[in-house]
């Protein structure tokens, strides 16, 4: 894939309530990196251009949402999004991107559960028992 199939042009639709979230969501995504944003009030939209190695529409949303901003929950465009969230983790896949991982791993999990139990030569056997013959 050429890097100018990876650059995505989208538009995040918010609802109409609460009023004036195009321009404090516009002022929070231009301080992430590599994403360029462009209000557009007269839709109640964001457009957002950035590179899909670097952030995913759900991603940008996900950020969002987690701000308080509340996006267009009609049918229309729960059905977009959900298909442009699906194109675009097939095309990170396709590429061979390795996912980006919101939680660490279950191994990494038990490295750590492991680093804070005493372990080693440590037996809870009272030494009566071990020598019992």
Same mark, same amino acid.
């Given at each position: @894939?050429?890097? +100018? ?21 516009? !002022? !929070? ?28 529409? +759900?991603?940008?949303? !996900? ?12 049918? @229309? ?19 061979? +991107? ?10 990494? +999990? ?12 440590? !037996? ?10």
């Amino acid at each position: @894939m050429s890097s +100018a199939d990876l650059r995505k042009k989208r538009e995040i639709l918010f609802s109409r309530f609460p009023p004036g979230q195009v321009p404090e969501a516009a !002022d !929070d995504l231009q301080h992430l990196d590599e994403v360029d944003v462009e209000p557009k009030y007269e839709k109640r939209a964001l457009g957002v251009a950035y590179d899909l190695q670097q952030h995913t529409l +759900a991603e940008l949303e !996900d950020h969002l949402v987690d701000k308080g901003f509340h996006l267009d929950n009609t049918l @229309m465009s729960k059905l977009t999004r959900a298909l442009i969230h699906y194109v675009e983790e097939t095309q990170l896949h396709n590429i061979g +991107a390795p996912e980006k991982r919101l939680k660490p791993s279950p191994e990494e +999990a038990y490295i750590k559960a492991w680093e804070h139990r005493p372990h080693g030569d440590h !037996d809870d056997t009272p030494p009566e028992w071990r020598e019992y013959k």
